[in-house]
């Protein structure tokens, strides 16, 4: 089964700096898709970014980036020129790209609460 | 509206009750899931339907029971419930499996 582990449960960056959440996972699948999702407080989960396994460019959307290390089974993700509306709970989520039982299983991690300072 | 909406936002029941969670997607999509969202713990799937058939239960207790009529639609019905299922739900859609997941507010849900 597989695992995704993010280490941070809180963090916190000044408005316009840059922080890095981490996120590692374990699979024995070398195809699969990994995903962050953001959840502002008391407000609806949104996909920030998704990530093919088998693309080696990091994605990228806007002030958000990826760092993918395949080998390393590392996601992290950083958010450049933080605002105050990235204040939310951060979740990296896994999901195999293989079809069969569980393939549309999102297995999530603990999340990470990120602070933005004024 | 847009996306994926739920209702009731905030419910409160008593471990007698029954009652039901309703999540509807506007996004033309075939797979609909429930997620519970508890403090501290991962968000745990509980069920997952494709084209309006059940495709999965992930060891869910029998006091949850969901219903799919429809491709658009999904209830999560609730009865005897335990405070321990205190929890937000989520409710999700996505086009097909493997394609992103798409979610909904939560209904927050409070057993007595």
């Known amino acids: 089964a597989q695992t995704v582990t993010q280490s941070q449960p809180e963090m916190s960056v000044q408005e316009a700096e840059t922080v890095t959440l981490s996120c590692t996972y374990d699979t024995s699948e070398n195809n699969y898709y990994l995903f962050w999702y953001k959840q502002p407080p008391s407000r609806q989960m949104i996909l920030v970014i998704r990530q093919e396994a088998y693309k080696q460019q990091n994605a990228t959307e806007n002030r958000f980036s990826v760092n993918f290390q395949k080998a390393a089974k590392s996601f992290s993700l950083k958010i450049s020129d933080s605002q105050l509306g990235d204040t939310a709970m951060y979740f990296c989520?896994?999901?195999?790209?293989?079809?069969?039982?569980?393939?549309?299983?999102?297995?999530f991690g603990k999340g990470t609460k990120l602070s933005v300072i004024p | 509206e847009t996306g994926v909406t739920q209702t009731p936002r905030h419910l409160v029941m008593g471990m007698t009750n029954k009652k039901s969670l309703k999540c509807e997607q506007h996004l033309g999509h075939n797979a609909m899931y429930w997620y519970k969202q508890s403090a501290k713990k991962p968000l745990e799937l509980m069920f997952v339907y494709n084209f309006k058939e059940q495709t999965e239960n992930n060891s869910v207790p029998s006091r949850f029971s969901p219903e799919c009529p429809n491709s658009s639609h999904l209830f999560l019905h609730l009865h005897t419930l335990q405070p321990e299922d205190s929890a937000l739900y989520l409710c999700a859609s996505s086009q097909g499996f493997q394609e992103t997941q798409y979610f909904g507010p939560g209904t927050r849900l409070l057993v007595l």
């Open positions: 989520a896994f999901m195999s790209a293989y079809s069969g039982a569980g393939s549309y299983q999102l297995t």
